[in-house]
């Protein structure tokens, strides 16, 4: 069953920007943690962003810091990501995952549950 549902991908142009946003369908989607993850044509997954429980703390990847940002409504079982300045090397599945616990954790194997994915395509 999935849980996590991502939204919002698409083909942007290089310099643009897309927002994607990530649904979770359960009461006690405010106690975890939630992070953006990133997969390339070749590539392993990489992490791209993440935000604690109460929003208070975040993580970037140094390869999109200052052109990402991470929020989330927990009101509305929600979390967000802002990209801007989109570059061809941005191109990736990307994915959504829940948090074991409630800290912002940049490690893959910290978050149990994952959605199936949403593709970014930046042209050039």
């Known amino acids: 069953q999935v849980q996590l549902v991502e939204s919002g991908g698409g083909l942007v142009q290089t310099g643009g920007s897309l927002g994607l946003s990530c649904k979770y369908s359960?009461?006690?989607?405010?106690?975890?943690?939630m992070g953006w993850f990133r997969q390339a044509p070749g590539k392993e997954r990489a992490f791209v962003a993440s935000?604690?429980?109460?929003?208070?703390?975040?993580n970037y990847a140094d390869a999109v810091k200052d052109r990402f940002t991470i929020a989330r409504d927990n009101s509305k079982n929600t979390v967000y990501l802002q990209m801007s300045s989109l570059k061809p090397e941005d191109t990736a599945v990307y994915y959504c995952?829940?948090?074991?616990?409630?800290?912002?954790?940049?490690?893959?194997?910290?978050?149990?549950?994952w959605g199936q994915g949403t593709q970014v395509t930046v042209s050039s």
């Open positions: 995952a829940r948090g074991q616990f409630g800290y912002s954790s940049t490690s893959a194997s910290e978050y149990d549950q």
């Open positions: 359960a009461r006690t989607f405010g106690v975890y943690a």
């Open positions: 935000i604690s429980s109460g929003s208070g703390s975040t």
